[in-house]
Nanobody, 124 residues
Framework: QVQLVESGGGLVQPGGSLRLSCAAS????????MAWFRQAPGKEREFVAA????????YYVDAVKGRFTISRDNAKNTGYLQMNSLKPEDTAVYYC?????????????????WGQGTQVTVSS
């Protein structure tokens, strides 16, 4: 079983940046995708971005395109989410996940490994 540990969350002012990390450990690690989801209070969990672990192709929700960048370091079994130009509406708990459906990487039910989440708060 794979363990995922997120880090890098925190409080940032609007327009600021944060980089989240997701370190994987445990069994041999070669998922279809590593993805980031977020959940704000009172809202459902929302897809943010995904990256195919081997090929590196990326997918984003429209709300973050041009501001967020997902990447991974295969040798370190670590994924990243660089978040720039942050807005108050980006405030949420961010979760990394591994697994995913080959053709629908935004479906959270298809992910079988989840981290504990890291809080991101965008506020002045």
């Amino acid at each position: 079983q794979v363990q995922l540990v997120e880090s890098g969350g925190g409080l940032v002012q609007p327009g600021g940046s944060l980089r989240l990390s997701c370190a994987a450990s445990g069994r041999i690690f070669s998922p279809s995708f590593m993805a980031w989801f977020r959940q704000a209070p009172g809202k459902e969990r929302e897809f943010v971005a995904a990256i195919r672990w081997i090929l590196g192709s990326t997918y984003y929700v429209d709300a973050v395109k041009g501001r967020f960048t997902i990447s991974r370091d295969n040798a370190k079994n670590t994924g990243y989410l660089q978040m720039n130009s942050l807005k108050p509406e980006d405030t949420a708990v961010y979760y990394c996940a591994v697994g995913g459906d080959t053709y629908r990487p935004w479906e959270y039910a298809k992910y079988d490994g989840w981290g504990q989440g890291t809080q991101v708060t965008v506020s002045s």
